[in-house]
């Protein structure tokens, strides 16, 4: 049983009693049972064994979204790549696979590249960066000292293993230095794009 405060939104891998596998949502503490509201029904999860061994627990996050600008952005990197860091947009807040759109765009430079995971590729518009740039600009709900693009930079960073639960040290600089030469570390200064590449696939 995992009973530890881990911050921001995660998902878990389980096998339910009928033997399905089914990716969950959790904030805050991880117990023996997790009740999740799904579609406005409330249904009860037994984990213990039923967590798949070697899930990792703290590689995807979900940053936000929000409903009026039709976003949600999460984090998902894999700890075994080395390459250009980059995060997630859906273009819309509930997730379904072969109908939701998603891209990935990149920290660092301006451009971006589909997803091909199951989703639909999105034909990025003017205004959907513009609704991307705002809801970035925003203060993140569960960090309002910090925006939702400062989040995001940090998260990618967590999530990848450099760091866990240092935000005050990452957004000092004082974490830049120890792993700036790494490729996939997003440093605290990293200033979002003005936009991003469409054309770049």
Not at 171 to 187: C, R
Request: hydrophobic share 30%; with cysteine; aromatic share 14%.
């Amino acid at each position: 049983m995992i009973d530890e405060k881990i911050s921001g939104t995660h998902y878990a891998i389980i096998i339910t009693e009928d033997g399905e596998r089914k990716d969950i949502e959790y904030d805050g503490y991880f117990n023996e049972s997790y009740e999740e509201s799904m579609n406005n029904r409330e249904i009860d999860i037994s984990l213990n064994e039923n967590v798949l061994e070697n899930e990792a627990f703290t590689e995807i996050a979900t940053i936000g979204g929000d409903e009026e600008l039709g976003i949600r952005v999460q984090v998902n990197p894999d700890r075994t790549k080395e390459g250009v860091p980059y995060f997630k947009v859906f273009n819309d807040t509930k997730i379904k696979v072969g109908e939701t759109k998603v891209g990935r765009f990149h920290f660092t430079d301006d451009k971006m590249e589909y997803h091909n995971d199951k989703y639909l590729d999105w034909d990025i518009t003017n205004d959907d960066i513009k609704n991307i740039q705002i809801f970035m600009n925003k203060k993140n709900k569960r960090q309002p000292a910090y925006t939702n693009w400062q989040m995001t930079c940090y998260k990618w960073n967590e999530e990848y293993g450099f760091m866990l639960d240092k935000e005050e040290e990452y957004f000092n600089g004082e974490l830049d230095e120890e792993f700036i030469n790494y490729p996939s570390y997003v440093p605290s200064t990293t200033k979002m794009p003005d936009t991003w590449n469409t054309d770049f696939h």
